[in-house]
């Protein structure tokens, strides 16, 4: 079984700040991580690879320090590493981006061997778009199954595969053939630590490193800022909102005069809620739940 | 599975460690080196200064590539009590050199880059993987390291110990000792942000020069220590640090110390508006020559912070962890091309080109040196700098007082804190130490 897993570096989230001063956000210094719903789909495919035996390649649109992403997921056990970098690719929104994987996708299925299941994680925690799985899923048409929080197992013989999805309000159980394209929800296995011999190898193999024309992209006018329609207008941080907790006594007062007291209050703050509330007299006539009285 | 078998394992990726590793693998062995942290230098910490010489040594051309910050063209000695500084400084339009002699790094920058050399030697390098004990064979040699990854034991023929001055690899072993606390300062420093320009009009610097302030006083509380503020790029390190067993005496706490040095009035100023990225502590051995632990044995060697090579007098530590980790290198490099076993006899080699060369040529020369500022730090570190201060106000003062009673004033000061006889010995001591 051949499994590629989609990866991407991005800063890690946790530590960017925004200057107090100007606004902009702070990028010196901040480290890079994989985006951690990745390694949820890297673990997914190792666990995979285990059970059902085959390969696991990784591969990564980004700039030359991408390397050190893809090393990671070598040492995790991940067999190949293939890093897409190409000056063509800068500035590249979603659209370009599932362009550009697709086709690199398409070059690995080629050289590598077709693959069964290619990996992304739901989203990226720097863009949050969620859009680059099943825009590589309708490019390449693969069957699609997104916010997967488990893989449940695969038929080699009939080619299906079964997995949970969590949806609104509870979980799915999907079964779709092979290929597929899998975008996974993080929090259901941590990433693996890799063995001794895995590390070994992974600071022994080479990246495999292609340009757009190798990963036989002819036309780069759909690549990078050139194939991206989204514009950033604009970035800034939202304004910080300022709001002192109001304290209100309740010592020896009975309970319906401090939950009236509470409601009055943010009425007082908010008149249009008592309005689309269906307030219309005084508090406790009309829309109130009847609440235990002095209890 | 077959077990890796290397020409040699390197534990640790430092200043000691990476020069070892750079030394082997571009001389041809098969060197594997683990590191810790997730990357080399994401683990450790130096103020830093960095000698040139002592890189030139192993990459002649360092100067190319390596992230470098500023090189340095003032250094400033600041004696300090609470409210003022008496300083010494020296600049020279000298160090503005083709080859400048001192630079300021930042370690996990180059550390990282100096990695990425033994890489390219040919070196294999695994980061995250903690080597956490030496395997030995039934004679007492030492053959490979168990790490904290599943899987097999990694073999070779020596194990360069680089694993820094708290290493647990050799004091677990048993091959030296855990540092005592009065052979070891405990030093913490702030990375403070502040525009290149900012930096560059406060100190009146140019282009890449650099500015450095060593300071001691009371800024560390009547306890062996001494404060720095080394000039990078776009930041500043700021940083304290004294011995263990005086914190441990005096229940400060370093951050405290670090603390009021920021907020002292001479050092405010040239921080002020920073922002501070990174908060680091780390360990420095201090016992200079006498706490040097034996070197070598059957299948390994000790380099860099833990074999304690660090020069506190002169404040050099990672030239004497490059030079240390490079000779040790070499040695076995040489053992190798001939064809000899690792074993204590063949790698006291390495000890040898050790002694005979400046490291411990100018440790031996200020043996005693720790031991004196460690049993007299109040007064080498309060009484005196307290003094100095009182006796250049007076001398800068003008009030009216006559001169002769303002310096018959400094003159009994001097003799009230320490008495004759105190001065005399402090000053005896203090050359006999140095010399």
Known sequence: MHLVVCIKQVPDSAQIRVHPVTNTIMRQGVPTIINPHDLAALEEALKLCEAYGGEVTVVTMGPKMAEDALRKALTFGAHRAVLLTDRHFAGSDTLATSFALAQAIAEIGETFGTPDVVFTGKQTIDGDTAQVGPGIAKRLDLQQ??????????????????????????????????????????????????????????????????????????????????????????????????????????????????????????????????????????????????????? | MTKEKFDAIVVGAGMSGNAAAYAMASRGLKVLQLERGEYPGSKNVQGAIMYA??????????????????????????????????????????????????????????????????????????????????????????????????????????????????????TRAGLREVPKSK?????????????????????????????????????????????????????????????????????????????????????????????????????????????????????????????????????????????????????????????GVMDKASLSLYKTILDKSFVVEDLSKQKDMPSLLHTNSPNFFTTYPQLISHAAQNFVRVDGTPKIEREIATTAAFLRARSRWGLVSDAVRLASAWR
């Not at chain 2, 370690?107 to 100096?114: E, I």
């Not at chain 2, 030496?134 to 194990?159: P, Y």
């Not at chain 2, 059957?298 to 506190?312: E, F, K, R, S, Y």
Request: a negative charge; glycine letters at 10%.
């Open chain 2, 53 to 170: 010489n002592m890189l030139e040594a192993i990459i002649p051309d360092f100067r190319n590539d390596a992230p470098l910050e500023r090189h340095l063209v003032e250094q400033r000695f600041w004696i300090m009590d609470d409210t003022s500084h008496t300083g010494m400084h020296y600049r020279s339009d000298d160090f503005n050199e083709v080859t400048p002699n001192r630079y300021t790094i930042i370690r996990a920058q180059f550390d990282k880059w100096l990695s990425r050399k033994v890489c390219e030697a040919g070196g294999t390098v695994l980061c995250e993987t903690t080597a956490t004990g030496l395997e030995w064979d039934s004679a007492g040699k030492a053959i490979g390291v168990r790490t904290d990854r599943a899987g097999d034991v990694v073999l070779a023929d020596v194990v360069v110990l680089a694993e820094g001055v708290n290493g647990l690899l050799g």
């Open chain 1, 145 to 295: 199954l997104t916010y997967v929080a488990k893989i449940l197992s695969i038929d080699a013989a009939s080619r299906e595969i079964t997995v949970e999805r969590r949806a609104e309000g509870g979980s799915q159980i999907l079964r779709t053939r092979l290929p597929c394209l899998v975008t996974m929800l993080d929090g259901a296995d941590a990433i693996r630590r890799g063995r001794l011999d895995d590390a070994l190898r992974a600071a022994r193999t080479k990246v495999v490193k292609w340009s757009a024309a190798d990963a036989g992209i002819a036309e780069p006018a759909n690549c990078g800022l050139r194939g991206s329609p989204t514009v950033v207008k604009r970035v800034f941080a939202p304004t910080s909102r300022e709001q002192k907790a109001r304290q209100i006594d309740t010592t020896n007062k009975p309970l319906r005069e401090v939950a009236d007291g509470l409601i009055a209050a943010i009425f007082a703050d908010q008149p249009a809620l008592k309005h689309d509330l269906g307030f219309l007299g005084s508090t406790g006539q009309q829309g109130v739940p009847d609440v235990d009285r002095e209890s």
């Open chain 2, 183 to 339: 052979n070891v300062a405990l030093a913490v420093k702030e990375l403070h942000f502040l525009p290149e320009e900012v930096i560059a009009s406060r100190f009146g610097l140019t282009g890449d020069e650099g500015c450095v302030i060593e300071a001691g006083g009371t800024i560390s509380r009547g306890m062996a220590g001494l404060g720095f503020l080394y000039t990078n790029k776009e930041s500043i390190s700021l940083g304290i640090g004294c011995l263990i067993s005086n914190f441990a005496e005096t229940m400060e706490r370093p951050y405290a110390l670090l603390d009021a040095f920021k907020r002292h009035p001479s050092i405010q100023p040239l921080i002020a508006g920073s922002e501070v990225k990174e908060y680091a502590a780390h360990l420095i051995p201090e016992g200079g020559f006498n706490a040097i632990p034996r070197l070598c044995g059957n299948g390994w060697v000790v380099v860099g912070d833990a074999a304690q090579l660090n020069n506190a007098v002169h404040r050099e530590g990672s030239n004497l962890a490059m030079a240390s980790g490079r000779m040790a290198g070499e040695a076995i490099s040489i053992i190798k091309s001939r064809g």
